[in-house]
């Protein structure tokens, strides 16, 4: 069965400051892996996906995330935050085989402080 | 630029009363969901739908009900709501499609509902 954890359920960084969004899956089969986020009173809107291509995604905002096989991980860094930056972040999995479902993280919400 | 969308934004009921939380997307996409989500909390899925006539419940058991009349369009309906119904009911859509273009599911901008 497909699960997706997210370490830290709050992060708080100062502006300019690296950022690391957790993400670790579960997946008995190759993944496809999404970073959505989710700025206050709106939905949510994708960030950046893994479809089996390259191992480095790039995505909006300046993010990019690197998913390791071996470590079952898709993480989320960013070099340098931006007060734009702050929001709520979801990792989801689906698998290849039956993609039509989607699991979503707990989620991490971003402060930046200036 | 995804184009779905979902009215009311924002409503405050009291309870026992009916209502019908709208969304539609103009993409053709032939999947739609319905996703439950609490303040600060992960998104639960409570219904979804293949296609015309097809709906499905979710992970999360909910007392409302969705129909699939047209492509485009997905309604949930509490028939009494309860302020236990108090949450964001976010609507989502994907396309049938495999491969790496055609997973991703593009959000509605949510309904907060307010049962009093």
């Known amino acids: 069965a497909q699960s997706v954890t997210q370490l830290g359920s709050h992060v708080s960084v100062s502006e300019g400051a690296l950022v690391l969004l957790r993400c670790n899956y579960s997946s008995s089969v190759p993944p496809y892996l999404f970073w959505y986020v989710q700025y206050p009173n709106q939905g949510l809107q994708l960030l950046l996906k893994y479809t089996s291509a390259a191992t480095l995604v790039k995505g909006i905002n300046g993010f990019e995330a690197e998913f390791k096989k071996s470590e079952t991980s898709f993480h989320l860094p960013k070099p340098s935050a931006h007060m734009s930056d702050a929001a709520e972040y979801f990792c989801a999995v689906s698998e290849e085989t039956s993609y039509d479902k989607v699991i979503f993280g707990p989620g991490t919400s971003l402060s930046v402080i200036p | 630029e995804a184009d779905i969308y979902q009215t009311p934004r924002y409503l405050v009921i009291g309870t026992g009363k009916k209502i019908t939380l709208e969304c539609s997307q103009t993409m053709g996409h032939d999947k739609m969901y319905w996703y439950q989500q609490d303040p600060g909390m992960e998104l639960h899925l409570i219904h979804y739908?293949?296609?015309?006539?097809?709906?499905e419940k979710g992970d999360l058991s909910s007392e409302s009900t969705v129909s699939r009349i047209r492509t485009e369009h997905f309604p949930l309906t509490l028939e009494s709501a309860r302020p236990s119904h108090t949450s964001q009911y976010l609507c989502?859509?994907?396309?049938?499609?495999?491969?790496?273009?055609?997973?991703?599911?593009?959000f509605g901008p949510g309904t907060r509902l307010t049962v009093l």
């Open positions: 739908s293949y296609g015309v006539n097809s709906t």
């Open positions: 989502a859509s994907r396309s049938l499609n495999g491969g790496p273009g055609g997973n991703e599911q593009f």
